[in-house]
């Protein structure tokens, strides 16, 4: 893991963190060059969140 890697997924824990503790969301799971650790200076943290829901969908009728 490069050294831009471990400072973007450390600041990827710490907000996505603060994120969880207000939201409803279950897991959030980290992509991209981050997940890859192959980020350089010019990498953004990708994220998927995942929620809890009891339906994924609601059928009409």
Do not use: E, H, P
């Not at 907000?15 to 991209?32: C, P, Q, T, W």
């Amino acid at each position: 893991m490069n050294d831009v890697s471990k400072q973007l997924l450390t600041l990827a824990r710490k907000n996505l963190a603060a994120y969880i503790a207000i939201s409803k969301a279950r897991a959030i799971g980290v992509a991209g060059s981050v997940a890859r650790r192959q980020a350089d200076i010019y990498s953004d943290i990708a994220f998927s969140r995942f929620m809890g829901c009891k339906k994924l969908w609601n059928r009409a009728g």
